[in-house]
């Protein structure tokens, strides 16, 4: 008798868990039927959250389709703005590389008027110990002539 317990017991331990599975199945699935399904309203439910589903769906692809073409114009935006700058920078070289050959000239005009400012001042310190000499040779020839 023995072994016909242990050969029973898996059979009764399936029947109760099959017995526990319908139980729970009548109750999750069984007790909110109160009534007939109405399949009308059902579908109707469900064409209204469909259309709402594809009303969102137009919204979205025309918020889509604006900001696509916000971007294609920021991309091109962006690739004409190193063209206008590079036109730019070339202007602004030009424009130093012009005001340094202006500078160059002014350097070398100053240079060539410090060059005649020293000699006039050397000419006029040479035509001053000239004058000098003469004076005193005036000064001294007339007190000799005076004599």
Same mark, same amino acid.
């Given at each position: 008798?023995?072994? $016909? ?15 526990? /599975?319908? #139980?729970?199945? +009548? +109750? ?5 039927? !109160? /009534?007939? @399904? ?6 109707? $439910?469900?064409?209204? +959250? ?5 009303? $969102? ?5 025309? @918020? ?28 602004? !070289? ?18 060539? +008027? ?11 310190? !040479? #035509?001053?110990?000239?004058? !000098? ?7 001294? @020839?007339?007190?000799? #002539?005076?004599?």
């Amino acid at each position: 008798m023995g072994e $016909k317990k242990i050969t029973s017991a898996p059979v009764v331990l399936a029947v109760i868990v099959f017995a526990i /599975g319908l #139980g729970l199945g +009548y +109750y999750l699935w069984g007790i909110q039927r !109160k /009534g007939p @399904t109405d399949y009308k309203e059902m579908l109707s $439910k469900t064409i209204d +959250y469909i259309a709402t589903i594809e009303h $969102k769906n137009q919204t979205l692809l025309k @918020t889509i389709d604006t900001l696509e073409n916000e971007v294609d114009v920021l991309k091109k935006e962006s690739k004409g703005v190193p063209v206008e700058l590079e036109s730019r920078l070339k202007d602004l !070289k030009a424009r130093v590389d012009s005001l340094q050959h202006e500078n160059q000239q002014l350097k070398q005009k100053l240079i060539t +008027y410090e060059n005649m400012l020293k000699e006039n001042q050397a000419l006029k310190k !040479k #035509g001053a110990q000239e004058t !000098k000499p003469a004076q005193t040779n005036l000064g001294t @020839t007339a007190n000799t #002539g005076g004599e």
